[in-house]
């Protein structure tokens, strides 16, 4: 009879959760029988397991060494902790590595959670499913073909997993902990930063990539032609419109010549070297089909290299190579490639290899190549015989620390000659470390959206930090592109104290989103929305607004449970209360302590530089207070709470009601803040509760909004604010 493990349920939490500050997959298990059945107990368990996924290794688990986990499987372990485990094995080799998982009962017997860091949520979700079916078969003794489940999430990792270029630029946000939104599933369109401080890319190309530039530098002989009357060394050439028109221009400018369209990238359609009518009609039929007009221009000998150039510097610099084959007199041009060059481990399909697999006859410049030489895919070279393969499109080769400063300055200016603010310089040259002029080279392109691949994983040389150049670029040094986010949860009147904060952010002139209860807000005017967005949804479409410069945004703690937060880190963090748990079963959160883990999540997530504004009213809630990175205000409706003295003798601020007035004790001075008797504030009060006005008033401070403000705010916000 086959082991069976029940996938109960498999959900993507999105943003900060009550496991980990990242993005998670958490799925619900039922092992069934095997609760009874430790991995020590099963024969041949661990053998299969380790010759299956030898990499199993290096998981430390709570050993916290190499080997860990593989001791915890010989001493006995359970089957969702092994899944746990296989799934983290699956994506490191499937290229998405991943770090965190954790797995732990629930209080249903056989019933465990399973979290692990989910980078790719489609990605994650078919590891954890060919997890379950790998470890079925260890334990039935089946055979399963680990190679085509890496094969299949690999596909999958091209699929929709970020490409390398836009990863390396996201890592480096990261890094330098920027915020990111990724704002289409499956594509390198990426928001960094929030509301009104966000920049987005698209690979590598920003928001501040001109249109005009891009145009520009898709027309080669209008980039040729500006290059030069701005001093820019560039081959002399022109637009042609038929074989007979380009070999007049070619006999015009001398051969040899090259040919190539006038708008492709990536050296699609080029032909270097052309020395004969036959070669230049050849050419010109391939650079026709890549293109919409053909060009002709001077051949420059030397090597072709590839420039990068950001924020009017460059920061990386590759050298091309030559493919070649040498024949034996045996095997056909097609069997060499394969033997000589596509054997060569950097080259491969997916993006994450430097160099191309190359295909025949489908690489139409090799096939081009080749006839020059008299040679088909199917001919056999004479033995010893050495055959030019590929001439472009190889950049191989780190030369950062080379690159002369005279070709460093002429590529800067190419760059703003076009005016790309991320450009990748095109330049043919005997040495790069010596001046263009001297040796004659030229610039021969200025490419929009270059690949930072070539930088990233040179086949030789060491890798470039491209991606901190670019995020540098556009997010100067202590620069960190966030906007003030005021999180609120729990669940006593959160809606409320959201839209209080927002409308006291709204009177202190900050243009303020408000997402509470499903529902948006921009300045305090509700905004249409399509449908019902979920409290993630809603948080999210708050920080994707350009025109917000503070945001507040309720979370309840089904939305964490069930989503996670909608944003990475919040400056002020507002947690009404800590009850015990009710309507959670389906989360199994049953008691208090569980609720608590919960709820944590608002507390951890606030910055250093932040404040956590806790009710002290409710024991487990001011609990928190330790959970926090940065200050912490409490608030009571009792001026004689037991933690007052203390919380201020410590430094923190207090909110409370005190003879007759709303009132924040710090160090040894009480201020009044707002009258209590005032109409506006009783009608508040009464509408709300005298809870909610206090956790608004205690995140107004933090935010080191005025007391004047604050007590305008609240003595006429039963009247002004909508929804309350």
């Not at 959760?17 to 958490?26: G, I, Q, V």
């Not at 490409?163 to 946000?173: K, Q």
């Not at 710090?666 to 009044?672: D, F, K, S």
């Given at each position: 009879?086959?082991?069976?493990?029940?996938?109960?349920?498999?959900?993507?939490?999105?943003?900060?959760?009550?496991?980990?500050?990242?993005?998670?997959?958490?799925?619900?298990?039922?092992?069934?029988?095997?609760?009874?059945?430790?991995?020590?107990?099963i024969e041949g368990l661990y053998e299969r397991l380790t010759a299956w996924l030898p990499g199993l290794i290096e998981h430390?688990?709570?050993?916290?060494?190499?080997?860990?986990?593989?001791?915890?499987?010989?001493?006995?372990?359970?089957?969702?902790?092994?899944?746990?485990?296989?799934?983290?094995?699956?994506?490191?080799?499937?290229?998405?590595?991943?770090?965190?998982?954790?797995?732990?009962?629930?209080?249903?017997?056989?019933?465990?959670?399973?979290?692990?860091?989910?980078?790719?949520?489609?990605?994650?979700?078919?590891?954890?499913?060919?997890?379950?079916?790998?470890?079925?078969?260890?334990?039935?003794?089946?055979?399963?073909?680990?190679?085509?489940?890496?094969?299949?999430?690999?596909?999958?990792?091209?699929?929709?997993?970020?490409?390398?270029?836009?990863?390396?630029?996201?890592?480096?946000?990261?890094?330098?902990?920027?915020?990111?939104?990724?704002?289409?599933?499956?594509?390198?369109?990426?928001?960094?930063?929030?509301?009104?401080?966000?920049?987005?890319?698209?690979?590598?190309?920003?928001?501040?990539?001109?249109?005009?530039?891009?145009?520009?530098?898709?027309?080669?002989?209008?980039?040729?032609?500006?290059?030069?009357?701005?001093?820019?060394?560039?081959?002399?050439?022109?637009?042609?419109?038929?074989?007979?028109?380009?070999?007049?221009?070619?006999?015009?400018?001398?051969?040899?010549?090259?040919?190539?369209?006038?708008?492709?990238?990536?050296?699609?359609?080029?032909?270097?070297?052309?020395?004969?009518?036959?070669?230049?009609?050849?050419?010109?039929?391939?650079?026709?089909?890549?293109?919409?007009?053909?060009?002709?221009?001077?051949?420059?000998?030397?090597?072709?290299?590839?420039?990068?150039v950001v924020g009017g510097r460059m920061v990386a610099a590759s050298r091309g190579e030559c493919a070649w084959i040498t024949?034996?007199?045996?095997?056909?041009?097609?069997?060499?490639?394969?033997?000589?060059?596509?054997?060569?481990?950097?080259?491969?399909?997916?993006?994450?290899?430097?160099?191309?697999?190359?295909?025949?006859?489908?690489?139409?410049?090799?096939?081009?190549?080749?006839?020059?030489?008299?040679?088909?895919?199917?001919?056999?070279?004479?033995?010893?015989?050495?055959?030019?393969?590929?001439?472009?499109?190889?950049?191989?080769?780190?030369?950062?620390?080379?690159?002369?400063?005279?070709?460093?300055?002429?590529?800067?200016?190419?760059?703003?000659?076009?005016?790309?603010?991320?450009?990748?310089?095109?330049?043919?040259?005997?040495?790069?470390?010596?001046?263009?002029?001297?040796?004659?080279?030229?610039?021969?392109?200025?490419?929009?959206?270059?690949?930072?691949?070539?930088?990233?994983?040179?086949?030789?040389?060491?890798?470039?930090?491209?991606?901190?150049?670019?995020?540098?670029?556009?997010?100067?040094?202590?620069?960190?592109?966030?906007?003030?986010?005021?999180?609120?949860?729990?669940?006593?009147?959160?809606?409320?104290?959201?839209?209080?904060?927002?409308?006291?952010?709204?009177?202190?002139?900050?243009?303020?989103?408000?997402?509470?209860?499903?529902?948006?807000?921009?300045?305090?005017?509700?905004?249409?929305?399509?449908?019902?967005?979920?409290?993630?949804?809603?948080?999210?479409?708050?920080?994707?607004?350009?025109?917000?410069?503070?945001?507040?945004?309720?979370?309840?703690?089904?939305?964490?449970?069930?989503?996670?937060?909608?944003?990475?880190?919040?400056?002020?963090?507002?947690?009404?209360?800590?009850?015990?748990?009710?309507?959670?079963?389906?989360?199994?959160?049953?008691?208090?302590?569980?609720?608590?883990?919960?709820?944590?999540?608002?507390?951890?997530?606030?910055?250093?530089?932040?404040?956590?504004?806790?009710?002290?009213?409710?024991?487990?809630?001011?609990?928190?207070?330790?959970?926090?990175?940065?200050?912490?205000?409490?608030?009571?409706?009792?001026?004689?709470?037991?933690?007052?003295?203390?919380?201020?003798?410590?430094?923190?601020?207090?909110?409370?009601?005190?003879?007759?007035?709303?009132?924040?004790?710090?160090?040894?001075?009480?201020?009044?803040?707002?009258?209590?008797?005032?109409?506006?504030?009783?009608?508040?009060?009464?509408?709300?509760?005298?809870?909610?006005a206090l956790a608004a008033t205690g995140a107004a401070l933090a935010l080191e909004l005025s007391p004047e403000l604050i007590?305008?705010?609240?003595?006429?916000?039963?009247?002004?604010?909508?929804?309350?």
């Amino acid at each position: 009879m086959s082991t069976t493990i029940e996938i109960l349920r498999l959900r993507h939490l999105r943003g900060p959760n009550l496991w980990t500050y990242r993005a998670a997959l958490e799925a619900v298990l039922d092992i069934g029988a095997l609760e009874d059945r430790p991995s020590n107990t099963i024969e041949g368990l661990y053998e299969r397991l380790t010759a299956w996924l030898p990499g199993l290794i290096e998981h430390h688990c709570g050993v916290g060494e190499r080997g860990g986990f593989l001791q915890r499987l010989r001493e006995g372990t359970w089957a969702g902790h092994i899944m746990e485990h296989i799934a983290i094995e699956l994506l490191n080799l499937a290229g998405l590595p991943t770090g965190f998982g954790q797995t732990r009962s629930t209080d249903q017997r056989g019933v465990y959670k399973l979290v692990i860091r989910a980078r790719q949520w489609e990605v994650a979700r078919q590891a954890v499913l060919d997890a379950r079916d790998l470890l079925c078969a260890a334990i039935d003794g089946r055979a399963y073909d680990v190679a085509a489940a890496v094969k299949q999430l690999k596909a999958l990792v091209d699929r929709w997993a970020l490409g390398p270029s836009t990863a390396a630029i996201v890592d480096a946000a990261t890094a330098r902990r920027i915020p990111h939104i990724r704002l289409i599933e499956g594509g390198n369109l990426v928001q960094l930063g929030y509301g009104a401080q966000l920049k987005r890319i698209w690979t590598a190309e920003t928001d501040r990539t001109s249109a005009i530039a891009e145009g520009i530098s898709r027309d080669k002989d209008l980039t040729k032609r500006l290059l030069a009357e701005c001093g820019v060394p560039v081959p002399e050439g022109r637009v042609v419109s038929s074989v007979d028109d380009a070999w007049d221009a070619a006999q015009d400018i001398g051969l040899p010549v090259v040919v190539k369209p006038t708008d492709a990238n990536h050296a699609r359609g080029v032909s270097l070297d052309v020395r004969t009518r036959e070669e230049l009609a050849a050419a010109y039929e391939l650079a026709e089909r890549e293109g919409s007009e053909v060009q002709v221009e001077r051949y420059i000998p030397g090597t072709e290299h590839r420039v990068l150039v950001v924020g009017g510097r460059m920061v990386a610099a590759s050298r091309g190579e030559c493919a070649w084959i040498t024949g034996d007199g045996v095997h056909t041009v097609r069997q060499l490639i394969e033997r000589d060059i596509n054997s060569d481990p950097r080259r491969g399909e997916e993006e994450e290899y430097p160099l191309d697999t190359i295909r025949l006859p489908e690489n139409r410049d090799v096939m081009l190549e080749l006839r020059r030489q008299g040679l088909e895919p199917d001919s056999v070279p004479a033995a010893g015989q050495r055959v030019l393969v590929q001439r472009t499109g190889l950049l191989t080769d780190d030369v950062t620390d080379l690159v002369h400063p005279d070709i460093a300055e002429l590529t800067a200016l190419a760059a703003r000659v076009v005016g790309l603010d991320i450009a990748g310089i095109d330049l043919v040259v005997q040495d790069i470390s010596r001046p263009m002029a001297e040796q004659g080279g030229a610039i021969v392109e200025v490419n929009a959206g270059p690949g930072l691949l070539p930088h990233l994983k040179p086949a030789n040389g060491k890798p470039r930090p491209v991606g901190e150049a670019i995020v540098a670029h556009l997010f100067p040094p202590g620069v960190a592109g966030r906007i003030p986010i005021v999180g609120v949860s729990g669940t006593r009147a959160t809606a409320a104290v959201a839209r209080l904060i927002g409308w006291l952010l709204h009177r202190a002139n900050l243009a303020t989103g408000v997402a509470c209860e499903g529902r948006l807000y921009l300045n305090m005017q509700p905004v249409p929305t399509a449908g019902a967005p979920s409290a993630w949804e809603a948080g999210q479409r708050v920080l994707m607004n350009r025109c917000v410069q503070a945001a507040v945004i309720e979370s309840s703690p089904r939305s964490i449970l069930d989503e996670g937060l909608a944003y990475d880190r919040c400056l002020i963090g507002v947690v009404t209360d800590v009850p015990v748990p009710q309507g959670l079963h389906d989360h199994y959160i049953t008691t208090q302590e569980q609720m608590r883990k919960v709820l944590r999540t608002q507390v951890d997530v606030v910055l250093p530089e932040g404040c956590a504004v806790l009710n002290a009213d409710c024991e487990v809630c001011a609990g928190l207070a330790e959970l926090s990175d940065g200050a912490v205000l409490l608030y009571s409706e009792r001026p004689d709470h037991l933690l007052r003295a203390e919380h201020v003798a410590q430094g923190g601020r207090f909110v409370t009601v005190e003879d007759g007035h709303v009132v924040v004790a710090q160090g040894g001075n009480v201020q009044p803040l707002v009258p209590v008797q005032h109409a506006g504030v009783q009608a508040l009060v009464q509408r709300v509760g005298l809870p909610a006005a206090l956790a608004a008033t205690g995140a107004a401070l933090a935010l080191e909004l005025s007391p004047e403000l604050i007590r305008a705010g609240l003595e006429v916000a039963a009247a002004e604010v909508p929804d309350l």
